[in-house]
């Protein structure tokens, strides 16, 4: 009998759509207290500042953020400790853990059916894996089977081998994004992911929005079961163990212990942050949001543009497609009692004399990305000293209540 707190792991792709489910189940939860721990490989928690500036949560410590790392791997034993610090500091009665974009689940499953402090104050219930159904199809639906590689082999593997590996792990797989897809190819990737794990639950979302008893407390997950794929076997309790035979040799290998490659180094994927004080102008940094190189897969931040001083602009990237929609005012914008009255609150604001809060901070996480070449680029979309001096006006972002703005990535 289960008497820990349930555990709902998140997983899935760069930009599939996980912190929007997870303000969604924040926001619509039945009356259930939750608490949140954001997972992300970039050295800024874009998406923990997303979830802690929409819930009440984040004042006590409700909402968690592990950066600069992957909870399957390298910040194993960071998880570890901050699930245990939130066990004994809050009374909630589910814990919701959102991996990274390339967070493998079974390691992160493991830390909560082993004995570990995180093992004996929770309960692992579901593993939920949301994935974009457009890109998903883009990946795989052209494909008559879809094989998962079983052994590594010499060269990095792909992306889309990471996705297959978080789906055939999932008790539940969100479809989500199923408003840019016709319904032939929505039955498509369903028929394709019922290939892949069988024994999943699928539901077709928009904007994450799930009935919140369909991710939370389904009691769905089983070390017998979960993580039975298509052609292929993987237990929980198996690996824990160390009881392994040829059919895992894929897995063995890519199970984090030390002596293994972590995931941004098998899937050569590499982040970094862009940082600077200085406004973009806004029909330069509209076309290259437009003409990002290929191998940028996510990104993700809030940007400062000219002639628009009092909102700030959020883009959101996730392969060729990125939303572009305001995110609030800049304290700086708001009158001097507000203004002190917020950063009282949050001693953490970074203030600049010249600027208060305005900035651009953009995290991208990529492929074999030439960083000085996009760094360079972006720096050629920030205004020049005379444009500045002279007045920029803004009519290409969305403003106020505006909707947000859509754009295909060449």
Known sequence: ????????????????????????????????????????????????????????????????????????????????????????????????????????????????????????????????????????????????????????????????????????????????????????????????????????????????????????????????????????????SEHAHGHADDAHDHDQAHDHGHDHASPDEVYNVSSFVYERRQPFHPERIHGLFGDLPASVVRSKGVFWVAGRDEEALLVSQAGPNARIEVLGPWLASLSEIERDLYRSNRPDVEWDDEHGDRRTELVFIAQDIDEDALVARLDDCLVTDEEWADGVDDETFPAGDEESLAIRIR
């Open 1 to 236: 009998m289960r008497d820990g707190i349930p555990v709902t792991v998140l997983c899935g792709p760069l930009g599939a759509g996980k912190t929007t489910t997870v303000n969604h189940l924040l926001e619509n939860n039945d009356g259930r207290s939750i608490a949140v721990l954001v997972n992300d490989m970039g050295s800024v928690n874009v998406d923990a500042d997303l979830l802690s500036a929409g819930t009440d949560l984040a004042a006590d410590g409700g909402v968690a953020e592990l950066s600069n790392g992957c909870i399957c791997c390298e910040r194993q034993d960071d998880l570890e400790t901050e699930v245990a610090r939130l066990a004994s500091e809050r009374e909630f009665e589910s814990l919701v853990v959102e991996a990274s974009g390339i967070s493998e689940p079974a390691p992160i499953a493991r830390l909560f059916t082993t004995g570990s402090r995180a093992a004996a104050a929770y309960d692992l219930d579901t593993m939920v894996t949301v994935v974009d159904a457009e890109r998903f199809l883009a990946a795989f639906g052209d494909d008559d089977q879809v094989e998962r590689e079983t052994t590594p082999g010499d060269t990095d593997r792909p992306l889309s081998d990471l996705m297959v590996e978080q789906i055939e792990y999932a008790d539940v797989v969100l479809l989500n994004k199923i408003d840019l897809i016709d319904e032939a190819d929505a039955a498509r990737a369903e028929e394709l992911i019922g290939e892949l794990v069988p024994r999943a639950q699928v539901h077709r979302t928009t904007h994450g929005r799930i009935d919140a008893g369909k991710i939370l407390g389904t009691g769905l997950y089983d070390p017998g079961e979960t993580g039975s794929g298509a052609g292929w076997q993987q237990g929980t």
